[in-house]
């Protein structure tokens, strides 16, 4: 079967890049989990690409775009296409202050500005807990792309097989493994992503025929606030706001601006990224808004992208998209393992190499766990992100643009921002709070700006330390 043997080929290109970059890395802290802080702009610019683009990008988007329209395309290219900014004004100072001081982790930034072990703890331990189930995510997404070549296989032997694979090639390879695959990756995932499009949109008569059709199956799909109602004004806003405010704070992305070779690699990535983005994120939702005209009928959304593959391009393509389909998110798992590796074995265990394979072990072991109790298929991809990952994320951004910005910050502030904040997020998942048609997680934001700047004020000239 010729998706069997593209998906093999392609494992074996990863073992191979994972065990080339072993014998190329040396066992120091900096090497194995920065790369020796030597990513170029190209390098740097697909490394942050692919590891932003996931099982969200590929099957969320395309699923979020069949149930509420063509909403999701603004509010997922604008925002992230703004996030780029943050490249520069996080990432500048972030590379500067990491390479002077020999920084690995996030939380050795903002917990070294305090000096203050605890704050240090509060952080690691806040990014560690809400990017686990944005981990899983690409290994249920990986799980539901296996289903489409092996039906009789289910989403949980498929993840976990994913899963083993990745933990290998992070655990030889280190940070080099991640940047190279990631290249290697963002190259097949973007090829495939317009294979598919133009193939799809052949079968359907060509993009004016396909919009048609799903324009007269359903004309709301094309306006806001979508056939849901869901792409409200206030909903819209907090979507370009938690994007922009909450990327930055993924771990796989933090680390990464640790790796720039210079701060002209931040430039060219800062100014490539929106290119790609603008771009890239329309095929995905067009596929999506086109299966209405094309009469695909799906309980589960986030299939509707592999189902529009299946019926409408030739198995090659649907094979070699399948591929894409898995960079994808695997690109951004091996990301995630491996910054959450780096950074609960600095924070916590030390700064030693062979104490990160032990982590890395110890991660995978949850990630399989959530996969096999944590996911609700109901709330789908993008759902389930957004109620937990990207929520409890975007709360660290006041603490690290304060640790970067400014100088009457203080970690009783920073340590209250975090905390209220992330209150508020679980809050909220079990009782009403006054949100005002916004999201849940834009009230909590605003709380923790509110924090930081009252507890910092009033606590400006403690002197104590925790």
């Known amino acids: 079967m010729l998706a069997v043997a593209m998906m093999i080929v392609y494992f074996l290109i990863l073992l191979a890049l994972g065990i080339y970059s072993h014998k190329r890395s040396e066992e120091d802290v900096e090497d194995y989990f920065l790369a020796g802080r030597s990513f170029g702009p190209v390098v740097l610019f697909f490394t942050l690409a692919a590891t932003n683009f996931s099982a969200f990008s590929f099957l969320g988007f395309a699923g979020k775009a069949y149930t509420d329209g063509m909403g999701q395309y603004g509010v997922m290219a604008l925002g992230t296409s703004f996030m780029a900014v943050m490249f520069y004004i996080i990432g500048k100072k972030v590379w500067k202050i990491g390479k002077e001081k020999g920084y690995i982790t996030p939380g050795e930034l903002v917990g070294g500005r305090y000096d203050s072990k605890t704050l240090k703890l509060i952080f690691t331990g806040t990014m560690s807990i809400f990017t686990i189930p944005y981990l899983a995510i690409q290994a249920i997404g990986a799980g539901y792309i296996l289903r489409m070549v092996f039906p009789e296989l289910s989403m949980e032997i498929g993840a976990i097989a994913v899963t083993i694979i990745i933990s290998f090639y992070v655990l030889v390879g280190g940070m080099r493994a991640s940047g190279w695959t990631d290249v290697f990756q963002g190259v097949i995932m973007v090829v495939a992503m317009v294979t598919a499009f133009a193939f799809i949109a052949h079968s359907l008569g060509g993009l004016g025929n396909a919009t048609s059709a799903a324009y007269n199956a359903q ?51 800062m100014a490539l990224y929106p290119l790609l983005i603008s771009f890239f994120f329309l095929l995905p939702v067009l596929i999506g808004v086109w299966a209405h005209g094309a009469g695909i009928e799906v309980s589960n959304p986030d299939n509707v992208l592999l189902l529009m593959m299946k019926n409408y391009s030739p198995s090659f393509v649907f094979s070699f ?6 960079a994808a998110l695997m690109s951004t798992a091996d990301s995630q393992l491996l910054s959450l590796s780096t950074i609960l074995t600095c924070d916590i265990m030390g700064k030693k190499v062979k104490y990160s394979r032990f982590v890395t072990a110890f991660l995978t072991f949850f990630v399989l766990i959530f996969i096999i ?66 999201l849940p997680s834009i009230i909590a934001l605003a709380v923790s700006f509110t924090l930081l700047f009252v507890v910092s004020i009033a606590t400006l000239k403690e002197k104590f330390k925790v």
């Open 373 to 438: 109790f944590g996911y609700n298929p109901k709330a789908g991809i993008m759902g389930t992100l957004v109620s937990t990952t990207f929520s409890g994320l975007v709360v660290l951004f006041p603490s690290v643009l304060a640790t970067l910005y400014w100088r009457r910050a203080t970690k009783w502030g920073c340590m209250a921002s975090i905390i209220g904040g992330e209150f508020v997020v679980f809050s909220s998942a079990y009782v009403p709070i006054p949100s005002f048609g916004f």
């Open 219 to 269: 004309p709301s799909l094309f306006s806001r606030p979508g056939p849901n109602g869901y792409f409200t004004i206030k909903i819209w806003l907090s979507f370009l706001i938690l994007w922009i405010f909450c990327d930055p704070m993924f771990p796989q992305i933090f680390t990464r601006f640790y790796t720039a070779k210079s701060q002209h690699s931040l430039k060219v990535s």
């Open 321 to 326: 998209v399948i591929v894409g389909a898995l």
